[in-house]
């Protein structure tokens, strides 16, 4: 199983960035997926999670209103749209699969894959 998240990159404070994540060898559609992120010295963090339809999705409070979980099984890929970027925002996004959870909790999800960084400017 691989999950190969993309998008990442250099953007100023207010701006936009869309993060993709690619799943390969597993049935994608059975899969809850999460997105977390790590900011430098600090643990890693809930962000957000999508249900295996993208009928239901749940977001961390400090990302409400600004950052969007979608999810395309035709594609394998959960996306994370994000506006209005923070620098507090900045760390290394991760993405995540579980059949079981959609759990805040990082460490229930069955796969989790390599990361990719976001820097956000003042």
């Known amino acids: 199983v691989q999950l190969q998240a993309s998008g990442g990159g250099l953007v100023q404070a207010g701006g936009s960035l869309r993060l993709s994540c690619a799943a390969s060898g597993l049935t994608f559609s059975l899969y809850n997926m999460g997105w977390f992120r790590q900011a430098p010295g600090k643990e890693r963090a809930f962000v957000a999670a999508?249900?295996?339809?993208?009928?239901?999705?749940n977001y961390a409070d400090s990302v409400k209103g600004r950052f969007t979980i979608s999810r395309d099984n035709a594609k394998n890929t959960v996306y994370l749209e994000m506006n209005n970027l923070k620098i507090e925002d900045m760390a290394v996004y991760y993405c995540?699969?579980?059949?079981?959870?959609?759990?805040?909790?990082?460490?229930?999800?069955?796969?989790r894959g390599q990361g990719t960084q976001v820097t956000v400017s003042s």
């Open positions: 995540a699969a579980s059949i079981t959870t959609m759990s805040p909790n990082y460490e229930r999800y069955r796969f």
């Open positions: 999508v249900n295996q339809n993208g009928s239901f999705t």
